[in-house]
């Protein structure tokens, strides 16, 4: 047998599996559970830690409250910071507003009028760039915010079918927040997890290769969360 046509009997009996997350087999011999965990990220200071990584935290978290003052303490020393990595206030004000929905969990007008005034822009211009762009919620919203792919992947792979599964088991409508106030789901447009669906962002995480019947243990998974 040449050498070419060992190559490819040893691929052949290798089956291709798509685990579903970007985890290493190699020399760091990583576990999906250690990939995935939240552990592995430690506690982030909420001052932001160094300049260059203030403004990539996460701004959706289960944990937040809509009377949140903002800027003060050591949020302040991180908007300080974002602003240190950017040339103009308008450069800044994505970050910024990511911050607001971090703490508040949506950016009403007020808040839209808070940054406005803190970053000294316009009020019609914060309005115009917060109302532009999905990902902040101007209203609030459940303490986890499941946002289900159909674009074209997901919905060739069920998209749609996982969707009513969490619609169903939430006991919640599109759009709207569960009677218990945990779940608000949403239907999105692609969330760039195109090899792994159907893929799912719950708050500020992802879960891929979701089927209908992969929804419960989910949605129990997150109640426990807040138990």
């Given at each position: 047998?040449?050498?070419?046509?060992?190559?490819?009997?040893?691929?052949?009996?290798?089956?291709?599996?798509?685990?579903?997350?970007?985890?290493?087999?190699?020399?760091?011999?990583?576990?999906?559970?250690?990939?995935?965990?939240?552990?592995?990220?430690?506690?982030?200071?909420?001052?932001?830690?160094?300049?260059?990584?203030?403004?990539?935290?996460?701004?959706?978290?289960?944990?937040?409250?809509?009377?949140?003052?903002?800027?003060?303490?050591?949020?302040?020393?991180?908007?300080?910071?974002?602003?240190?990595?950017?040339?103009?206030?308008?450069?800044?004000?994505?970050?910024?507003?990511?911050?607001?929905?971090?703490?508040?969990?949506?950016?009403?007008?007020?808040?839209?009028?808070?940054?406005?005034?803190?970053?000294?822009?316009?009020?019609?211009?914060?309005?115009?760039?917060?109302?532009?762009?999905?990902?902040y919620n101007k209203r609030p919203v459940g303490r986890f915010l499941i946002q289900v792919c159909?674009?074209?992947?997901?919905?060739?792979?069920?998209?749609?079918?996982?969707?009513?599964?969490?619609?169903?088991?939430?006991?919640?409508?599109?759009?709207?927040?569960?009677?218990?106030?945990?779940?608000?789901?949403?239907?999105?447009?692609?969330?760039?997890?195109?090899?792994?669906?159907?893929?799912?962002?719950?708050?500020?995480?992802?879960?891929?290769?979701?089927?209908?019947?992969?929804?419960?243990?989910?949605?129990?998974?997150?109640?426990?969360?807040?138990?």
């Amino acid at each position: 047998m040449s050498d070419s046509a060992e190559k490819s009997s040893s691929r052949d009996d290798v089956p291709f599996r798509n685990p579903g997350w970007a985890g290493n087999t190699g020399e760091f011999d990583l576990t999906e559970s250690q990939v995935r965990g939240d552990d592995y990220v430690g506690v982030r200071p909420l001052d932001g830690g160094h300049p260059g990584g203030a403004s990539t935290y996460p701004y959706m978290l289960k944990d937040r409250d809509p009377d949140a003052p903002l800027f003060e303490g050591p949020f302040k020393e991180r908007l300080e910071k974002i602003r240190s990595r950017y040339p103009t206030a308008q450069a800044a004000l994505l970050p910024a507003l990511n911050m607001a929905q971090e703490l508040r969990g949506h950016v009403s007008q007020e808040s839209m009028k808070e940054v406005a005034a803190i970053l000294g822009l316009a009020d019609a211009y914060v309005r115009g760039v917060a109302t532009f762009y999905t990902m902040y919620n101007k209203r609030p919203v459940g303490r986890f915010l499941i946002q289900v792919c159909t674009n074209i992947s997901c919905n060739l792979c069920g998209g749609d079918e996982v969707l009513a599964a969490f619609l169903e088991h939430a006991g919640t409508e599109l759009g709207e927040t569960s009677d218990d106030g945990l779940f608000t789901v949403m239907e999105v447009e692609c969330l760039a997890a195109c090899g792994t669906p159907t893929a799912v962002q719950i708050n500020s995480r992802y879960f891929e290769n979701i089927s209908p019947d992969d929804v419960p243990a989910v949605l129990d998974r997150l109640r426990q969360e807040v138990a």
